[in-house]
């Protein structure tokens, strides 16, 4: 055999610079790759970002904790009712108008004499149960108008939605000159009582109540409900009248056509809204006589009584 054959050391020298050659040029050429792969790849690891350094955060006080109040019940609302605790009104020592309602003018100015008595009566009841206080204004109904709180209903009437008492001027005039006295007592029997259901309004009663006959199963259940909602504004007018009785000098004649004039109130017949004549004076009676909203608790009374 031929011995192997061996190579020059200019040769070996060559080669292995060759090589090493080679291998520079490859490891140049990665690191640009690697370079490269960074810039067009979005990869936050090949290129961190460098920023100044920002002002430390300051510490924020501890987050406030909203607690949400349960809502109070249609049933509590009505029948356990903070107004039904306030105790007894006091009287504001109120008296009527000097003027003869013989006149839209002195209609007028009998009716808010009546209502400035009922907001000095009845805001320290409300505040007293932890509702807010609103007085109410005086509207006056527009004889063929079907709108609003001043359509023609020949009578008085509460407009939740404006806060305000709509009267007939009109018809009191006319009935004024029939007999004097019988209508005075019916304007502040009517005022009185349209006024409670203001204060049902502020004190979320005729919310609860409207709300129960929306759930009613059947008209009479309907029915029932409104009844005592009117049952009761009729009471807490009653209320009123009886704790500025002395004031009011509801004595004699005047007490005996008063009495007249709320037996009058209800409905025996037809669509039973109003609730009986029996059962009209035995709430306003019973308000008159403890001048004590506690006594105007028709949502707990038995079905007969609010008939």
């Not at 008296?95 to 100015?109: G, H, I, Y």
């Not at 309004?201 to 005592?228: D, Y």
């Amino acid at each position: 055999m031929k011995p192997p054959r061996q190579h020059s050391r200019k040769v070996v020298g060559a080669l292995t610079a060759l090589v090493l050659v080679m291998l520079t040029g490859a490891t140049f050429a990665g690191v640009k790759l690697i370079d490269s792969y960074g810039s067009r790849v979005d990869n936050p690891l090949a290129q961190p970002s460098v920023r100044k350094s920002q002002a430390p955060i300051p510490t924020l006080p501890d987050p406030t904790v909203t607690v949400t109040v349960p809502g109070i019940p249609d049933l509590v609302r009505l029948q356990k009712n903070e107004l039904y605790k306030v105790g007894t009104m006091a009287s504001v020592n109120c008296k009527e108008s000097s003027s003869k309602p013989s006149t839209r003018a002195a209609v007028l100015q009998y009716y808010r004499t009546i209502l400035s008595c009922l907001d000095r009566a009845w805001s320290p009841i409300v505040k007293k149960a932890g509702y807010d206080f609103q007085p109410v204004s005086l509207v006056q109904q527009v004889r063929g108008s079907k709108s609003g709180c001043t359509r023609d209903l020949a009578g008085v009437f509460y407009c939740e939605s404006e806060l305000a008492i709509s009267i007939d001027w009109q018809t009191d005039v006319e009935n004024y000159r029939d007999d004097a006295l019988g209508t005075r007592m019916w304007m502040l029997e009517a005022v009185s009582t349209i006024y409670g259901h203001h204060i049902q309004h502020l004190t979320q009663i005729m919310t609860a109540e409207l709300s129960r006959e929306g759930w009613a199963k059947s008209p009479s259940e309907r029915l029932e409900w409104n009844r005592r909602r009117q049952l009761q504004a009729g009471c807490l007018g009653g209320v009123f009248v009886g704790a500025n009785r002395k004031s009011l000098g509801l004595t004699g004649a005047k007490y005996e056509a008063w009495e007249e004039q709320v037996k009058l109130v209800g409905d025996d017949k037809g669509a039973r809204t109003q609730g009986s004549y029996k059962n009209n004076w035995l709430w306003i009676e019973a308000g008159f006589k403890s001048a004590n909203p506690g006594s105007c608790n028709t949502f707990s009374a038995p079905a007969a009584k609010v008939s």
